[in-house]
């Protein structure tokens, strides 16, 4: 149903025929015709042929007839290729009696760990932790949307010396007082308290210290208060996530300490393999091909002198264990663009070891800043920074104040499912509708608008489909037939049988701007359709198809936007 691709295959035959090898036909989407083939001008310079000529004889070759109204070669050598009405009217017949939408599950599911979120334990969760988690949560629903086997690797910080002044903190508070303060999810103020105390106070510092030995040692008593910090601390990641709409539970939660017991035998096996060496204060590996400023080998502290570990041995134990014990063939890391060099040098040691070899790739998924409207950082008025929480909860109430200027007829408990989905999906959307790689400014106005490349426009688009179906007292679309005549007709089927081009596409970059950038075409186009193409006013079958093509725009919109964990409102 992928009409992209059935174009290419038909024209790599023939290019292939002609040039006694594989050739990639490169076929794209085209402003001089509905597609276009440049592979003629590559092939030119190899066969030492003028390309009009290698583009004349591949239409000679090629059968296109059932797919095509018009195929010609233009300028130097490019082929236009104009797709037949009845070709896209039978594409969309069969997508739209798909559950799929005519997006195939992979021919070869891979078991895939997304490493993603990792906020710290009794520690708020704050705006830095918005991209990782947005865009974890993407990668997680795209890809077992298309059959992956999807872990989701909650990477908590749950380990190491902090903790030694945070449970001397709850000791000083009690208990049941430390944990109705973090119940209330006050993380801030808890960790703040302890390392403020820890700053000023020497004899506090020493018991912090002798009580991270007794952690690492594994009191019990220790280890109990330990329990209680993490388990509060999670209970709120949990609200949190529930407030933001992505799909991590307490089952995805694996902290530092999760690989423990896994260091000792990390590091034998790569003092075996003779990759670890002494470096003064910390038995390290020099993975080749990294250097500082002052030109000398860059380390990854494995295990230091105190017999502690560095994050490097966990994040080394941690591939080990999702390539060995669990089979993943593809490790993603949503974290930021800073630790790249670092998840580069951890990749490269895995690698040498053995740990992540051939089909098992681990891949840095990495993202730029969100930013103030003054190009810095974004944080508060304070300086400081802003509470994820806190974020969550204006974006919903000034969805909700757009919601009530739009329709004041709506319930309050309709406003409140709309400005939930609104003001949530306008800050995911903001987030994906980026390049990732770049830093993006974070500006309410621009996000909750109605106009442009935002969810609320999008969300829109489907409610007034629906909208339409209402208003037809239709509940359901049964037609099959759907028929292609007016131009804007052609232009809204072409975008829809390009969605799975697009997923598939993204399934490998995870560069969710491009099914962000389809989407707001999509819904811009079908604008365009049902401007010039009256649906409810048409009548017999041009009134049904016109219906069918509605449907399935919507469709293809609720799903676009469910991959991107944005929730689409039947009612704006």
């Known amino acids: 149903m992928d009409l992209e691709k059935l174009l290419a295959d038909r024209l790599a035959q023939a290019f292939s025929a002609m040039a006694g090898g594989p050739v990639d036909p490169v076929v794209r989407r085209s402003q001089h015709a509905d597609y276009q083939s440049d592979a003629a001008l590559a092939l030119a310079r190899r066969l030492g042929r003028p390309p009009r000529d290698i583009a004349t004889e591949v239409l000679d070759r090629v059968e296109l007839t059932d797919l095509c109204a018009a195929v010609e070669v233009s300028g130097p050598g490019f082929i236009n290729l104009t797709v037949a009405e009845q070709a896209l009217g039978t594409l969309l017949a069969r997508m739209a009696t798909d559950p799929r939408l005519g997006v195939a599950v992979s021919a070869a599911p891979q078991t895939v760990v997304v490493d993603y979120s990792a906020p710290n334990v009794a520690k708020e969760m704050h705006v830095g932790h918005l991209r990782s988690t947005v865009i974890g949560d993407a990668a997680v629903r795209l890809l077992e949307w298309l059959g992956h086997r999807v872990i989701k690797a909650n990477h908590l910080g749950d380990w190491g010396t902090p903790f030694g002044m945070l449970i001397e903190h709850l000791l000083d508070l009690g208990e049941s007082e430390a944990a109705h303060e973090l119940s209330v999810g006050d993380l801030d103020s808890f960790y703040k308290a302890a390392r403020a105390k820890f700053d000023a106070d020497d004899a506090f510092k020493e018991r912090a210290r002798l009580r991270v030995v007794a952690l690492q040692g594994g009191d019990e008593l220790t280890l109990r208060l330990w329990r209680l910090l993490v388990a509060e601390s999670e209970k709120y990641f949990l609200t949190v996530y529930d407030q933001l709409g992505v799909l991590l539970t307490e089952q995805d939660f694996y902290g530092e300490s999760y690989y423990n017991d896994m260091l000792g035998p990390v590091t034998e096996e790569l003092d075996g393999l003779g990759l670890l060496r002494n470096s003064g204060d910390a038995a390290c590996v020099f993975p ?285």
């Open 288 to 572: 080749e091909g990294f250097t500082g400023r002052d030109g000398q080998p860059l380390p990854i502290i494995v295990r230091k002198r105190d017999g502690g570990y560095g994050y490097g041995a966990t994040d080394l134990a941690a591939i080990r264990h999702r390539t060995r014990d669990l089979g993943a063939t593809r490790l993603l890391y949503v974290v930021g663009l800073p630790q790249r060099q670092h998840f580069e040098m951890v990749y490269a040691v895995a690698r040498h070891a053995g740990w992540l070899s051939p089909p098992a790739v681990a891949e840095h998924i990495g993202f730029g800043s969100i930013l103030g409207s003054d190009g810095k950082m974004l944080r508060s008025r304070a300086g400081g920074s802003i509470k994820l929480v806190g974020l969550l909860d204006e974006a919903v109430t000034r969805a909700a104040e757009l919601a009530r200027q739009k329709n004041p007829d709506l319930p309050e408990a309709a406003i409140a499912d709309v400005a939930r989905a609104v003001g949530i999906g306008a800050i995911k959307y903001a987030d994906l509708s980026t390049d990732r790689i770049k830093d993006y400014v974070f500006d309410w106005q621009r996000m909750l608008s109605l106009d442009g490349n935002t969810a609320p426009y999008l969300q829109y688009a489907h409610a007034r489909i629906r909208s339409i179906f209402r208003r037809a007292g239709i509940g359901q679309i049964t037609a099959a037939s759907i028929s292609i005549a007016h131009p804007a007709e052609h232009a809204l089927a072409l975008e829809l049988v390009n969605f799975g081009t697009v997923v598939t596409g993204v399934e490998q970059t995870l560069e969710f701007h491009r099914l962000a950038g389809y989407l707001h075409t999509l819904a811009a186009t079908f604008s365009g359709f049902y401007e010039h193409c009256p649906v409810l006013r048409a009548a017999g079958e041009v009134r049904d198809s016109r219906l069918a093509l509605c449907d399935l725009t919507a469709r293809v919109l609720h799903q676009g936007l469910y991959l991107l964990g944005i929730t689409t409102p039947d009612r704006m």
